[in-house]
């Protein structure tokens, strides 16, 4: 994709009264300070929604631990300790 070396945009009367303000404050055209402004964000932006994907994969490895955690923590079947333990308890004679 190539860059874009123009582009239109429609502002909300509520963006476009605040560029307006920002003009007057600062003297600067209107192009002027929305280039600036797209310069100052546009690093900003693009880490945050790299940011977003990076939690979520964090996220989901965190869920596949805590259940990996989980299992190897479970209480085991009584047949299974039986399986591993060295010491059984002496059987009770029948009565």
Request: glycine share 6%; net charge negative; hydrophobic share 50%.
């Amino acid at each position: 994709m190539s860059a874009a070396q123009s582009l239109t945009l429609t502002l909300t009367p509520e963006l476009a009264a605040r560029l307006a303000a920002a003009t007057e404050r600062t003297g600067l055209p209107p192009a002027e300070l929305v280039l600036r402004a797209l310069a100052d964000h546009l690093d900003g932006v693009t880490a945050y929604g790299r940011l977003g994907e990076e939690m979520a994969f964090i996220k989901d490895r965190l869920a596949e631990l805590a259940g990996i955690v989980g299992e190897a923590l479970a209480e085991p079947p009584p047949a299974a300790v039986a399986e591993i333990c060295r010491y059984r308890a002496p059987k009770a004679p029948p009565a």
